[in-house]
């Protein structure tokens, strides 16, 4: 009987620290010392409202903004609640298909783009949902996005090369944009477009 009242009370023990202390006060230090991303990275737009988060890509769909890579997250792509990969291999011809059929809609909707359609504007991310693009990706864009707002490229190209992210501690990563912080910053300088 004394070993089944230890045990109850190991038990316990365990489930209050583990289960509430450390869940509570690992949140509390986050909350505290990193309270942006504790919250989610969210990013408002110039009237306060939440669009969206740093971390997470979404769908544009309009030619005046930049388009993230494509995603195989959820039904629709983009669901944050169904984060993950297509899980399709080189040999899928399924792949091949979806990845022919977005070549020719970027090629349709960027004709003044120079040089080839980058790589990862046609292939997903691991998680379906990374909101970085390559510099060369979002480049490549400029003259579709410029287009529609009847701006000049070189004037995208600034805000573009405004928003370029270095390798973290100069040493990780790559260079990078992230695709909504661009959008937003797009409609900021040159004018929201409904």
Known sequence: MSTVFIAVRVTLVTLVLTGLVYPLVSTGLAQVLFPKQAGGSLITDSKGK????????????????????????????YDATASGGSNLGTTSQRLRDRVQADVARLQKENPDAEGPVPVELVSTSASGLDPHVSPEAALWQVPRVAKSRGVSTDQVRQVVESHLEGRELYLLGEPRVNVLLLNLAIDHQLGHIR
């Not at 939440?50 to 792509?77: H, N």
């Open 50 to 77: 939440v669009v969206g988060s740093e971390l997470i890509a979404q769908a544009f769909a309009k030619p005046a903004y930049f388009q993230p890579r494509p995603s195989a997250a959820g039904d629709k792509g």
